[in-house]
């Protein structure tokens, strides 16, 4: 073994526990409950809230002590919906126990910060994720980016074009330490032109692709990094929020297809 564990991770080892063996654990004290095959996923309870209303939700399960599953249908299909806590490592538990249980198509929706000039709630389609974070290299072995699916992505591209919604296409740098985005890495991605700063998204690829599901992530913007790296935050803008209810028919003829 190396000095640097987390280099050292051969994500095909053998694994001490696997969700399929928790969920058949958890199931000897509760009923199963059936899923949908698509669920999307969020970070914030405002941008929920605005994506989901007007639609009736009804309550499924709570994973993990706190975290509520939900499902609601439009035109005829059932989809999930699940609000996640910060950070890659949470994401990565909840992700697994929705995996084993049969969802094989996701959206992540959040927001995120920017190392490029716009506005609040402007749209970003994550084509890529620096692996700044620790999740992804118990999954993936070690290399710079982590990629969503790129069939999801086409479709979610095509979606918002045929519905006139501005978006961007643009690469993610994801972080453990939200406090810790140093200056000189800001400025090295800002040259190689990354757009987004987000927490989860390159551990939330990793596992997708070795579970062999899809999984994509759109960003709403809300906060801002200059050319000098002053930061700019707009988190309190409603723009963010109601850019959530604004594509959430694209994004649910994308995941139904």
């Not at 928790?22 to 004290?29: D, G, I, R």
Request: hydrophobic share 35%; proline share 4%.
């Amino acid at each position: 073994m190396s000095e640097t564990p987390i280099l050292d991770n051969n994500p095909q080892d053998e694994d001490i526990i696997t969700p399929e063996e928790e969920y058949k654990y958890e199931l000897k004290f509760s009923k199963k409950k059936k899923y949908p095959k698509s669920c999307f996923i969020f970070f914030q309870p405002e941008v929920m809230e605005n994506f989901t209303k007007g639609t009736k939700i009804r309550l499924v399960e709570t994973l993990l002590g706190n975290y509520k599953f939900y499902e609601f249908n439009e035109r005829g299909k059932s989809y999930g919906a699940i609000l996640f806590g910060i950070g890659a490592p949470l994401s990565a538990l909840l992700i697994e126990r929705l995996i084993t249980r049969g969802i094989i198509k996701f959206i992540t929706i959040g927001i995120c910060g920017s190392l490029k000039s716009g506005n609040a709630g402007d749209i970003c389609l994550c084509k890529k994720s620096i692996r700044d974070e620790g999740v992804s290299y118990h999954y993936k072995l070690a290399s710079k980016y982590a990629k969503p699916s790129k069939t999801l992505n086409e479709k979610i591209k095509k979606s918002f074009e045929s519905k006139n919604i501005e978006f961007m296409e643009g690469i993610s740098w994801t972080t453990d330490a939200g406090y810790k985005e140093s200056k000189n890495k800001a400025k090295k991605y800002h040259e190689e032109g990354v757009i987004c700063m987000d927490m989860e998204s390159a551990s939330l690829f990793s596992i997708a692709e070795y579970r062999k599901v899809d999984l994509s992530s759109v960003f709403l913007l809300s906060d801002f990094v200059d050319k000098n790296l002053n930061w700019h935050p707009k988190f309190h803008k409603k723009e963010i929020p109601n850019s959530g209810k604004k594509i959430k028919e694209s994004l649910i003829s994308a995941i139904s297809e």
